[in-house]
């Protein structure tokens, strides 16, 4: 098993950045994938980004703006988040999936961290 911790939420204004940040304990890093989702308040959770060992996905709502990158050295993964909007408030999740490929849907993923909140006003 692998737990989640995600840091780096906070408030900003549109226009700024954020970096979230997902640390794993447990088991082998690597070997996950791992998603980013987000939810905002009556909405159901969303896919933002994932990152494997065959590459990146993206959302077309946040590509071009954010970034998904992975420390394996740290057992972390990062989401630099720039050029933030108002609708890019939620709360933010990582998650991690044991098999290989990259999934947009949240039922596909074993394990969940916490969440952190990002709100960004106008």
């Known amino acids: 098993q692998v737990q989640l911790v995600e840091s780096g939420g906070g408030l900003v204004q549109a226009g700024g950045s954020l970096r979230l940040s997902c640390a794993a304990s447990?088991?082998?890093?690597?070997?996950?994938?791992i998603g980013w989702f987000r939810q905002a308040p009556g909405k159901e959770r969303e896919f933002v980004a994932g990152?494997?060992?065959?590459?990146?996905l993206y959302a077309d709502s946040v590509k071009g703006r954010f970034t998904i990158s992975s420390d394996h050295a740290k057992n972390t993964v990062l989401l630099q988040m720039n050029r933030l909007e108002p609708e890019d408030t939620a709360v933010y999740h990582c998650?991690?999936?044991?098999?290989?490929?990259?999934?947009?849907?949240?039922?596909?993923?074993?394990?969940w961290g916490q969440g952190t909140q990002v709100t960004v006003s106008s």
């Open positions: 998650a991690a999936r044991r098999m290989g490929v990259l999934r947009t849907s949240p039922t596909l993923y074993d394990f």
């Open positions: 447990g088991d082998t890093f690597s070997t996950y994938t």
């Open positions: 990152a494997n060992w065959s590459g990146t």
